[in-house]
């Protein structure tokens, strides 16, 4: 039976037959126009189908971010979801195929919307179909293959979800290129806004299958498939910054051997203290970094941002204290513990008290310091949350019922980049060093932009700390482009109640401090290539330390940051000419940098 919008336009172009036949000399021209009016009600029909079937499918592919965060409920699974979205997308490809759509989107001015509409469900199609379709069906194989016996992972089954997930990785990619290529601006703003919200979901979804084929080629042999692995794990404070995130202190031993995961041991700060690490990093690094003695200081190892940098020296020290070589080293904070924690549950420690995801931060980075005003005590303090964490990691990822949220989490903060990975095998180490978790500074000739700052006074006073940082590009001179760079840093400290393990200043100034105030080394990394034309802090010239990272120019200043105050530092800079944003550095630290960047207009010629 005809839908009741087909019979409408089956009425009308009878009407118009009627006509046509009582002008006989009109009989071509209006069996063209009939057929030009059928064609264009059909295209409207259809296109309001094609839109409700589009909306369906996008509403079941938003679906899936809860089911995400929450873990899948029996009554609804990605599968599912997937499968809707699926049909919704394949209803809505074949609503928009056929000649009448075919010519619409090839007709001059008023074709871009058809054009658009008929690319969108296309690419909303093979969306379903190529790429989530085989996610999901390799999601559920993986999640199914965890074994209950503590964190188990069925390599064989990683494996062999390896080509599948390359194959989405790449039809994902295209994707994304044919939607980028459909008209932006059309006389139709309903339809531009709903291929923005197409683009927008490829921008989530190309990543995170770029993740998953990089782990079904890389995880079965970090895991231990073909011989057993040996990690490095360490807790990083971000109540003190350091350039990959905070001050390295505890850590752990990680064994991995055919999917089975376990910890040999934990350690704190003291053990790896003054070991000397037997690395060289290059000249570059030694004259950028080599006051800092990082190579012998394991709380100032990593005061580059370029975590390889601080995993090789780790992996060095490991060596030198215990004789064994490391496969690796990860890093995580206790942001990242609380997101793993929302997912697997509290803690329990020793004394009975729950660690949750609500209270792991402050308690690491706050409440510890004047709950145990002992050093020995609150080190021990730390390897108790540290133990009892990693294990309830390790039990939740072999639960059915917690398994495929903890997944999910864990995605996410490898994601932020709060969980970083360095493996010691080159191969290994190329696939790792491509995503965010991977902690590298890019070098190239990309634009760029990162604000990192170390903590230079052995304050715990980062927990307070507040960035933001304005990027602007200005106008375009023989020179280049002109860019200024405004980082702001606030000093939230409050002002009394703090305990002196937090605000003492082992740095000593030579001026007079107050509890609270603290002093930061500000680090901005530019684009290879800029030449600083002038600095200013609170509006006054600055000079300020210029050296050399990764093809990088870097430029530091030394600032003492009072509590309760804000201080500015505003760079003018000459970059070579460019019409995109720059690719961002986000140093994590407690509260998150706030960043502003405004699109560039393109150079003229």
Same mark, same amino acid.
């Given at each position: ?72 409920? @029996? ?5 599912? @979801?997937? !499968? ?63 074994? $209950? ?18 194959? $989405?990785? !790449? *039809?994902? *990619? ?15 703003? =309903? ?5 923005? !919200? ?73 053990? #790896? ?9 290059? $000249? ?8 800092? =003695? ?29 004789? &064994? ?40 980075? !706050? ?23 990693? %294990?309830?990691?390790?039990? *939740? ?31 290994? &180490? ?65 002002? *009394? ?73 505003? #760079? ?26 405004? %699109? ?6």
């Amino acid at each position: 039976m005809p839908r009741p919008e087909q019979g409408f336009a089956v009425r009308n172009a009878a009407r118009a037959g009627r006509w046509c036949r009582r002008r006989p000399a009109l009989a071509a021209t209006c069996a063209a126009a009939g057929l030009i009016l059928a064609g264009a009600v059909w295209i409207v029909v259809t296109g309001v189908l094609a839109r409700h079937e589009l909306l369906a499918a996008q509403r079941s592919l938003e679906s899936l971010r809860g089911l995400a965060a929450a873990g899948a409920p @029996a009554t609804s699974t990605p599968e599912s @979801a997937v !499968r809707e979205a699926a049909a919704r997308a394949a209803g809505a490809h074949r609503l928009t195929t056929g000649p009448a759509w075919y010519a619409a989107a090839h007709t001059p001015v008023l074709g871009g919307p058809a054009r658009t509409v008929r690319g969108a469900a296309e690419a909303a199609d093979r969306l379903a179909r190529d790429v989530l379709s085989p996610l999901a069906d390799t999601a559920g194989e993986l999640v199914a293959g965890a074994g $209950a016996d503590g964190g188990h992972l069925d390599l064989s089954a990683l494996r062999r979800a390896a080509p599948a997930l390359h194959e $989405a990785s !790449r *039809s994902a *990619s295209d994707v994304r290129t044919d939607v980028a290529g459909l008209p932006r601006s059309t006389w139709l703003p =309903a339809v531009d806004r709903a291929r923005a !919200r197409l683009a927008e979901q490829l921008e989530r979804i190309v990543p995170a299958t770029v993740e998953a084929a990089t782990a079904a080629r890389v995880m079965p042999s970090m895991l231990g498939e073909k011989s057993p692995r040996r990690y490095l794990v360490v807790f990083e404070n971000t109540a003190e910054a350091r350039g990959t995130g905070g001050l390295p202190g505890a850590f752990a031993i990680l064994t991995a051997d055919r999917g089975h995961l376990g910890f040999e041991r934990f350690g704190n700060d003291s053990e #790896l203290g003054k070991v000397r690490a037997s690395v060289d990093l290059g $000249a570059e690094y030694k004259a950028m970094y080599g006051r800092h =003695a990082p190579t012998g200081v394991w709380v100032n190892s990593n005061v580059s941002p370029h975590f390889p940098h601080a995993a090789r020296i780790w992996s060095a020290m490991w060596r030198e204290h215990s004789g &064994q070589e490391l496969d690796g080293a990860f890093a995580l904070d206790p942001s990242a513990l609380a997101g793993l924690l929302a997912a697997a549950g509290p803690a329990r420690l020793p004394d009975g008290s729950a660690v949750t995801a609500a209270n792991v931060v402050d308690l690491t980075e !706050r409440t510890s310091y004047a709950a145990f005003p002992d050093t020995v005590e609150r080190k021990a303090y730390f390897l108790d949350v540290a133990r009892a964490t990693s %294990q309830v990691l390790l039990v *939740s990822a072999g639960d059915p019922a917690r398994r495929a949220a903890l997944f999910a989490a864990l995605r996410g903060q490898l994601r932020e980049g709060r969980v970083k990975a360095w493996s010691a095998h080159p191969s290994e &180490q190329r696939e790792l060093a491509s995503h965010p978790f991977g902690g590298v500074l890019p070098d190239g000739p990309a634009p760029f932009a990162g604000l990192v700052v170390n903590n230079a006074a052995g304050t715990k006073l980062d927990y307070y700390l507040d960035r933001r940082m304005d990027w602007k590009a200005g106008r375009c001179t023989a020179d280049g482009r002109e860019v200024t760079v405004t980082a702001a840093l606030t000093n939230g400290a409050p002002g *009394s109640g703090l305990p002196g393990y937090v605000t003492q200043r082992v740095d000593h100034p030579p001026y007079r401090t107050r509890p609270g105030d603290n002093r930061l080394l500000v680090s901005y990394y530019a684009t290879e290539g800029t030449r600083l034309a002038k600095a200013t802090v609170d509006g006054r010239p600055a000079m300020l330390n210029q050296m050399v990272e990764r093809g990088h120019p870097v430029y530091t200043v030394d600032m003492e940051l009072p509590r309760g105050a804000t201080r500015t530092l505003v #760079l003018k800079l000459v970059e070579r000419p460019s019409d995109r944003l720059p690719l961002l550095l986000n140093q994590q630290l407690v509260q998150p940098l706030k960043v502003t960047a405004r %699109q560039p207009r393109p150079c003229e010629d």
